[in-house]
């Protein structure tokens, strides 16, 4: 029979701390639960009345809640309020399991379809599967029909001729197929330039705000990341002067900023490029979107203007083609190509050869630059369907902050939490990123980013009004 009411729990909220609030207090709730500081059938607070107690929303008191009736701590009765269960699940263990995806903090999802306003992934309705798969399983065929041996680690020669010839023609770089290497996309390339530069140690220069995943990444390779804040003409190269002048590496988004959006001006970029040849350092350029740029034609690549041999360029089709194919690409200056030509024989061949020909034969037919374009009027369309229904139900203390790339950047209050935000627009089907984890410094900007590519514009209306209340009720 229940009896206990738990009228007021013991939940000390830290608001510097980047994990949502909704988790802190789920995560209170839970331990009590498990230390049977709370009996079972015990009726927790309303949302109301706990919210009231943390001074918080009763949507982030909700979201707690539901997740744990989810994982059946507790049982939602209706009028009768929530309780602990009877049987309440104890963990033995830490949160983690063997089970568990990697970065799961970082990483939004791996298997889910994408769901709207979803960073980081192309149109699924655009895309053209048919013919696709007509290449794919063409190639795959004269793949198997090969002689057996061990294909090149660098990269099929096909591919790395397309690849060479497309940078010359979309992003003005002038390199020949053998300065180019294939990988497994942004990631795999960043690790090669960290071994290949020996860079392991060393201090890198970092965009703030900048990818939560590249931070992730740079720190894991044993490197201290110092952020160099953006403005509207991209990197800040004299507060990274003043902040770590003797850094090893600079990892920037010269072509659009990721998240903000901005192109990095030409002055920066030679201002950038200087210093690099005077410290001897490295810059990583990741052109993340390639020429996908919605307004106007995409300023050359920063590449194009080092004749240094201080710029690595990376690209990926994950982007214009699916992450699902996990390829990129690694542009490095001719005095580099034998070692880093080594690394990839030793450490990190090129993915599969069958996906590698499929992309060689899209680029080869003219396939993807008509689908580049297909794609960049599709998404200005959406984007300006998106701005057109925001302007439409946003609330005032709703801002849009910029267009950045693919996303719309709006803007929050002072006090609001992005984070809990896009955690309650999941009951909905939505997935807006917050915007406070892409920051170092300056993690106080709230603030959420929406991608314009899997935009349903029929049910546009209905998403961005549950969007805004949602924002509202935060």
């Known amino acids: 029979m229940y009896h206990q009411t738990a009228t007021e729990l013991p939940i000390a909220l830290d608001r510097v701390r980047r994990e949502p609030l909704a988790a802190q207090i789920y995560t209170a709730i839970r331990e009590a639960i498990e230390a049977r500081r709370l009996a079972s059938g015990a009726r927790l607070p309303s949302w109301r009345d706990l919210a009231a107690q943390l001074g918080v929303s009763r949507g982030t008191v909700r979201v707690a809640y539901e997740r744990l009736i989810d994982e059946q701590f507790a049982i939602g009765m209706g009028s009768a309020g929530t309780r602990v269960a009877e049987s309440s699940p104890r963990r033995s263990t830490p949160d983690w399991s063997p089970e568990a995806p990697p970065l799961s903090e970082v990483i939004d999802a791996f298997v889910d379809a994408p769901l709207t306003f979803r960073m980081g992934v192309p149109s699924q309705d655009a895309f053209p599967f048919k013919l696709w798969s007509r290449i794919l399983t063409r190639e795959a065929r004269h793949a198997a029909l090969a002689p057996v041996v061990y294909p090149d680690p660098r990269g099929e020669p096909g591919l790395r001729k397309e690849i060479a010839a497309y940078l010359g023609i979309a992003r003005g770089i002038r390199c020949t197929p053998s300065q180019v290497l294939v990988t497994a996309g942004f990631s795999s390339a960043l690790g090669l330039v960290v071994r290949g530069v ?6 890198a220069w970092m965009e703030d705000p900048g990818f939560p995943l590249t931070r992730t990444a740079l720190g894991v390779a044993g490197m201290t990341v110092t ?40 002055p920066r970029r030679l201002a950038l490029l200087a210093w690099a040849r005077r410290n001897g350092a490295y810059i990583v350029e990741d052109d993340y979107l390639s020429e996908l740029q919605l307004k106007g034609r995409a300023a050359p690549a920063l590449a194009s203007l080092d004749h240094g041999g201080r710029v690595l360029h990376i690209g990926s089709f994950s982007k214009t083609i699916s992450p699902a194919v996990r390829l990129g690409f690694l542009v490095v200056p001719p005095e580099l190509v034998r070692r880093f030509g080594d690394l990839v024989a030793c450490l990190a061949p090129a993915p599969s050869v069958p996906m590698q020909r499929a992309v060689a034969a899209f680029l080869r037919e003219g396939h993807y630059l008509r689908h580049l374009r297909r794609m960049k009027r599709l998404y200005a369309a959406r984007r300006e369907a998106l701005l057109r229904r925001l302007a439409e139900v946003a609330p005032a203390s709703m801002k849009v902050g910029a267009t950045g790339g693919l996303a719309v950047v709006i803007s929050l209050p002072e006090g609001a939490s992005d984070v809990d935000i896009a955690l309650g627009a999941r009951r909905f089907d939505l997935a ?8 170092i410094q300056s993690a106080s900007n709230r603030g959420l980013l929406l991608c314009v590519t899997n935009l349903n514009e029929q049910r546009l209306p209905a998403d961005c009004l549950r969007l805004a209340e949602l924002a509202v009720s935060h």
Do not use: C, F, N
């Open 227 to 266: 952020a160099v804040p953006v403005d509207a003409e991209g990197l800040d190269i004299a507060a990274g002067v003043r902040s770590a002048a003797g850094a090893a590496l600079a990892v920037v988004t010269p072509g659009q900023q990721a998240p903000l959006g901005m192109t990095m001006s030409h």
């Open 432 to 439: 807006p990123a917050p915007l406070s984890p892409w920051y």
């Open 198 to 203: 020996q860079l392991e140690g060393k201090r």
